[in-house]
């Protein structure tokens, strides 16, 4: 899907909140200026799971988080905004820097930025994703259409600004939200927090479900090198983990798709377009990812005993305890430049494994910066790839 885009949007006086799942933003800001800088991600309706109660949201099968808006419920909410008594106390939830695709931004490109209690949004950004509140929204957006009763688009909403957070937490923050609020179906908390994977069968997993399951093996397998170091990102207190180093889930996840999807988002839009358990990964399209055929052919086992293979060889090689490697930002950079290798040799990972033989010192671990920042992470991804091609 295609984000809308923003152009001359004044910076947004904000307060900074920072909670155990992470920062986010809190501002007031008018409905006519929220509706250009946000949208949802739509989701396809689930058959036979909506009663339409015009006071209740629909349950739908997820495309995105958000459900797609009823019959009833926007009209209602418009009806009652016209009053001129509207009272929305509650915060509507956005999340920020995520492209079409529908992964982040790199810190570098990051287009909505947090300075100095401001938010400044870059002209050409991408709209944020709605991640509760769209029914709201939608009311406003009916007034706005009728082109009645405009002077309701002055109204300001409390609207919480999450910036730089995964897609996948995306849907984890709105489950938790609306199932404490309103009756959800199992279903529908399966899949937006994409953990249950005894749900459904490997061949119903959508590119995301196979990247956080292979992402939690790696934290979990004695044999991998990323045993017990895998942390939630927006988590900083971490648990059970190793002490000297750790990285983010977010990092693996999102690198881990590179390997066998380009646009993910469509992928989920394609598999959650009909009932669970219709859509197999053998119905999605070929793309330019180099595991798409091993994914599309559920060839789970070789993808991740070959990343942990690779990440392991890596990691084994690096001695340095204040490695750049031994990082979020250092994962991302291995698994980037895996993509990049593997492309190279047209997804044969054997090819690969021959330079294994090679003296990994090449590399140069040492002369390589240690600062754990974006700005390094080209830098680190391309040794890597310069050492195998």
């Not at 006086?13 to 155990?20: D, L, R, T």
């Not at 058959?47 to 109660?53: S, V, W």
């Not at 199992?186 to 927090?193: A, G, V």
Request: charged share 30%; proline share 4%.
């Amino acid at each position: 899907m295609l984000l809308n885009k923003i152009e001359h949007f004044e910076p947004l006086p904000c307060i900074e909140v920072k909670q155990g799942f992470g920062t986010f933003y809190v501002c007031a800001i008018k409905a006519k200026d929220l509706l250009e800088i946000c949208q949802p991600i739509r989701a396809d309706i689930l058959d036979g799971e909506i009663d339409n109660d015009p006071f209740e949201a629909g349950i739908f099968k997820p495309a995105g988080p958000q459900r797609k808006v009823g019959e009833k419920r926007p009209e209602q909410i418009a009806r009652y905004i016209s009053t001129g008594m509207a009272a929305f106390p509650n915060s509507i939830i956005i999340g920020a820097n995520i492209t079409d695709e529908g992964f982040l931004l790199d810190e570098e490109s990051r287009q909505w930025i947090y300075s100095n209690g401001c938010i400044s949004i870059e002209d050409n950004a991408c709209a944020a994703a709605i991640i509760d509140g769209q029914h709201r929204l939608q009311g406003y957006e009916l007034i706005k259409k009728s082109n009645s009763n405009l002077e309701c688009l002055e109204d300001e909403l409390v609207c919480s600004i999450y910036l730089d957070l995964p897609i996948t937490y995306h849907a984890q923050l709105f489950s938790t939200i609306n199932s404490t609020q309103r009756k959800v179906p199992k279903n529908l908390i399966y899949q937006l927090y994409q953990i249950d994977m005894d749900e459904r069968k490997p061949q119903y997993w959508s590119p995301e479900v196979l990247s956080v399951y292979l992402s939690r093996a790696l934290g979990m397998d004695p044999e991998s090198a990323l045993f017990k170091r895998l942390v939630l990102a927006v988590d900083k207190r971490p648990n059970g983990l190793q002490k000297d180093w750790n990285v983010s889930l977010s990092a693996v996840v999102e690198g881990l798709l590179k390997l066998f999807s380009s646009k993910p988002l469509d992928d989920r839009e394609s598999f959650h377009s009909d009932k669970m358990e219709v859509v197999k990964r053998t119905d999605l399209k070929n793309d330019k990812s180099p595991w798409r055929f091993e994914y599309i052919n559920n060839k789970d086992r070789d993808i991740y005993e070959n990343v942990r293979d690779f990440i392991n060889f890596i990691y084994a090689n690096d001695k340095d305890m204040d490695s750049a490697f031994k990082s979020s930002i250092g994962i991302s950079s291995i698994l980037a430049a895996f993509a990049e290798i593997l492309t190279a040799f047209n997804g044969n990972y054997k090819n690969i494994q021959s330079r294994f033989k090679s003296d990994i010192y090449e590399l140069k671990f040492r002369a390589l910066p240690k600062d754990r920042v974006s700005k390094n992470k080209k830098l680190l991804k391309d040794s890597i790839v310069s050492f195998f091609l």
